[in-house]
């Protein structure tokens, strides 16, 4: 990288003749392995060999870094970061540190940096501690470009310096691809302890975590918030599950590993040796937030502990709705090796028969964050949410016999059919564990995109082991002819494996079926919905669906009726006045020769109604408070659902005047269906608002009548 000092232009005045004109530096890096699930990565130093030109010269100058990525140190309010730059210029000088100032979202400012040469003239400039975004696609190259202000003479080696190669840093199996939530007993509540959870024979299931490179699981280190933690999430536990984890956990380091037995390391509590040599141990954190930051460590050695310590606590893990949340610290580790360690699960279900219910739990880097710039709050370190690769392949145990096998024993998933036609289309498929451990598996049915859903059907989604499902087709929900593409996958995880079934249903056009109008409802024309009841000889009004095909045809109890109007959802007729004094008849409306399922009518020989503005003065204007009429003159009414002829007599009233025998009282002549009954208004009325009725007399209910609603009218005496 070019390293270049002009130094006469930063000095003053007094000291730039023994200011030194120029630098040569030879530049190398480290390229540290950065973990990309990271947001806060230490980036490798930078250090710069350089020898001057004047030996005892004074040397300044400022020196600006810019990364290829985001800077992500903590940041105070005056811009200052925790990244450092030292120069030591030799023997029987002090190195002089200067701290690093954000300028920029990926570049770090080393300002007013001044030392003497010696009399050898060299210098080693090294540049450290700059924390960057490194979180993404693995293997990606990060770089740095130094530069200073003020060069005079250039003299490099390199033009840039890679500081940094990312890699997943936490890689994970489980010993299987899911919690089986089934009934699993708890000790005694004031003796939760790992030795009394395993006697007591308390379901227990292990998630293997394990380092992608030799500094993935990182110690607390200076300036920092926590060490490298690791978040446990729990989803999908039922109603009264109690989990239980280890308070804390020895890996593949310690003197004695950690372990449930179910992932190929003989069951035990776990030891760890205090006294710096180095031993993976995860302590669970207390008190931490959603993200997995803040709290405090639930346990720790004693303090002056020499010998092995048995690791032997647990504690419960809160589930909220199914779901919770355990955190471990990385409390020592060996950083020069890969190292794993198996956290278990302790499930306690009070629980018997019932659908089978599976749990997840995945597992992370943390505490996680989305802050992935500079921050003054944000904990370091800090991780995206990305859910851990297999370590199956970093640990060579793949093929291992205490992992299960998935294996699938099915014919072709091809099928013919007649769309929109039920009937039984299934096919038997054997779900088999071909290796140890225990099987779990999931089944589900990937529709093709574009095409429809709903057309296929599994007899269960979820098991254990050795199990058959049947896949079926339902026809009926095909909505036409053609080819329909969809794949059953079924899922034991990454370790077990999976399959992806093609399936293919070719679906021919089934007769078409009859589609019938339907007929929702029937009232007086006059009166609307609230008025039900129809009366032979008046008009209706029928409302549906598909009951605009012609020719339109209604029949009630056999009997025709004329239709008046119709449309695909409301039709006019008139109730046959044959029908007499029935109570009660079936109507079938026929639309284009389709006939409707019968619908029942209520009957009545009188159930008169009123049209609005139906009452009209003596010269055929509607009666209101602008048009009255004289009292002496006549008022014509029209109505439906007054009795015909042969079914009764018809009377009216007028304010508190019975019009027993009404000028006309019959068919309103050219109106089908619909009645006129006309009067003379009583002359010593006065002028005022008043109401008239029309009422219906049943010829077989005699002293009875049936009268309409009220009708608002306004009367005038004469001038």
């Known amino acids: 990288m070019v390293i270049a000092l002009a130094l006469a232009a930063m000095l003053g005045p007094e000291t730039a003749q023994g200011a030194v004109s120029g630098l040569v530096c030879t530049s190398t890096s480290v390229q540290a392995v950065l973990r990309t699930e990271g947001l806060t990565e230490r980036a490798g130093e930078m250090v ?13 100058a400022s020196f600006s870094v810019f990364l290829s990525v985001p800077v992500t140190n903590r940041v105070g309010g005056d811009g200052m970061t925790d990244a450092a730059l030292t120069v030591d210029a030799g023997p029987g000088t002090v190195p002089v540190t200067v701290r690093g100032r954000l300028v920029g979202s990926n570049a770090v400012i080393f300002e007013y940096v001044n030392w003497t040469l010696t009399s050898f003239a060299v210098s080693t400039i090294k540049i450290a501690n700059i924390r960057v975004n490194a979180s993404g696609a ?27 190669i990312t890699q997943p840093g936490l890689l994970a ?5 899911a919690i089986v939530c089934e009934g699993s007993p708890l000790p005694d509540e004031e003796l939760i302890t790992l030795p009394n959870l395993y006697a007591s024979g308390t379901r227990v299931s292990s998630l293997r975590v394990t380092e992608g490179a030799t500094n ?19 989803s999908g536990f039922p109603q009264g599950s109690r989990l239980f984890v280890p308070d804390a956990i020895a890996g593949t380091s310690a003197t004695e590993q950690s372990a449930a037995g179910d992932l190929g390391v003989t069951r035990a509590l776990g030891k760890y040796t205090p006294g710096g040599s180095g031993q993976l141990l995860l302590i669970r954190v207390r008190g931490h937030d959603a993200n997995g930051a803040g709290g405090s460590l639930a346990w720790a050695p004693p303090f002056g502990a020499t010998g092995p310590l048995t690791l032997s606590g647990a504690s419960e893990v809160p589930l909220a709705g199914g779901a919770g949340m355990a955190v471990f610290e990385v409390y020592d580790s060996l950083p020069s090796i890969l190292e794993s360690a198996q956290i278990p699960t302790f499930l306690a279900l009070e629980r018997a028969g019932g659908p089978l219910t599976l749990a997840q739990a995945s597992v992370s880097f943390g505490p996680l964050s989305e802050v992935a710039m500079a921050s003054a709050t944000a904990p370091v370190p800090r991780f995206v949410a990305v859910a851990a690769g297999s370590d199956c392949a970093a640990i060579r145990d793949c093929q291992a016999e205490y992992f299960p096998k998935l294996l699938v024993d099915a014919p072709p998933l091809v099928f013919t059919a007649q769309a929109g036609v039920p009937g039984f289309l299934g096919k038997y498929i054997r779900i088999l564990n071909d290796q140890g451990g225990t099987l779990v598996w999931t089944a589900k049915i990937q529709y093709k995109r574009g095409g429809p859903e709903g057309w296929l059907r599994l007899s269960r989604e979820v098991g254990v082991n050795n199990a058959g499902i ?12 053609g080819v329909y593409e969809a794949a059953l996958a079924i899922d034991a995880g990454p370790v077990a494996g999976s399959r992806l079934l093609p399936v293919t249903l070719t679906a021919s056009e089934a007769p078409k079926p009859i589609v019938r109008p339907e007929v929702s409802r029937a009232y007086n024309a006059a009166g609307g919905e609230r008025y039900a009841t129809l009366v032979p000889g008046s008009r209706a009004v029928l409302e549906g669906v598909r009951m605009g095909g012609e020719p339109v045809r209604i029949t009630v109890d056999g009997v025709d009726a004329k239709v008046i109007s119709w449309s695909q959802t409301r039709a006019e007729f008139v109730v046959p006045e044959a029908l007499g004094f029935k109570a009660s008849a079936q109507l079938t409306y026929t639309a284009g020769f389709v006939p409707s399922e019968p619908f029942s009518l209520a009957l009545s020989a009188s159930a008169p109604v009123i049209y609005p503005k139906g009452v009209l003065n003596q010269d055929g204007l509607p009666n209101s408070p602008a048009y009255p009429e004289t009292v002496g003159r006549v008022f014509q009414v029209f109505a439906t659902g007054l009795p015909p002829g042969m079914l009764g007599t018809i009377s009216a009233k007028v304010h508190d005047r019975e019009i027993d025998r009404p000028l006309y009282a019959g068919a309103a002549p050219g109106l089908d269906g619909i009645q006129q009954v006309n009067f003379a208004i009583p002359g010593d009325l006065p002028a005022m608002s008043s109401e008239v009725i029309v009422c219906g007399w049943p010829a077989n209910q005699p002293g009875q009548r049936v009268c309409s609603p009220p009708f608002v009218v306004v009367l005038r005496r004469p001038e």
């Open 138 to 164: 693995a293997n990606r190259a990060i770089t740095a470009l130094v530069s200073t202000n003020g060069i005079s003479r250039i003299v490099t080696n390199q033009p840039n310096l890679a500081v940094g």
């Open 48 to 60: 710069f060999n350089c020898t001057g030109d004047t030996p005892g010269g004074e040397v300044g």
């Open 173 to 177: 199996s489980a010993s299987t691809a």
């Open 216 to 234: 993935g699981f990182e110690l607390r280190q200076a300036n920092t918030t926590s060490g490298t933690r690791i978040v446990v999430r729990y």
């Open 470 to 481: 049947v896949l079926d087709v339902l026809a009926e929900r095909l909505p036409g002819a």
